[in-house]
């Protein structure tokens, strides 16, 4: 079992600029692929960004330049540097761990844009 605990969401106005952090239990990253995942008002769960099996990141369309996804090995804690922040990017952001086999979710944490 996996435990992930984000944090660092809030209420930011439009331009402005965020940074979550999520932290596992126990190293994992040589073992699950690590990503972040959004649920906007209304809408289903998307992927925002993610690292792939080749090391590299893929990101949604509508954060591409905006959003980074990084992550501390040392600290078991993936981060998902947020700029340029615009209202729509208002949701709940889940932080994910998965094989496979398994699936993991963080219980989330808020992000509002708004002036």
């Known amino acids: 079992q996996v435990q992930l605990v984000e944090s660092g969401g809030g209420l930011v106005q439009p331009g402005g600029s965020l940074r979550l952090s999520c932290a596992a239990?126990?190293?994992i990253f040589n073992i699950y692929?690590?990503?972040?995942?959004r649920q906007r008002p209304g809408k289903q769960r998307e992927l925002v960004a993610i690292f792939t099996s080749g090391g590299?990141?893929?990101?949604a369309?509508?954060?591409?330049?905006?959003?980074?996804?990084?992550?501390?090995?040392?600290?078991?804690?993936v981060y998902?540097?947020?700029?340029?922040?615009?209202?729509e990017?208002?949701?709940?952001?889940?932080c994910n761990a998965?094989?496979?086999?398994v699936n993991f979710w963080?219980?989330?944490t808020q992000v509002t844009v708004s002036s």
């Open 89 to 94: 990017d208002t949701a709940v952001y889940f």
């Open 25 to 27: 239990s126990r190293s």
């Open 80 to 87: 998902l540097q947020m700029n340029s922040l615009k209202p």
């Open 106 to 108: 963080g219980q989330g």
């Open 61 to 77: 369309d509508s954060v591409k330049g905006r959003f980074t996804i990084s992550r501390d090995n040392a600290r078991n804690t």
């Open 98 to 101: 998965h094989s496979s086999a």
């Open 33 to 37: 692929l690590m990503g972040w995942y």
């Open 56 to 59: 590299g990141s893929v990101y």
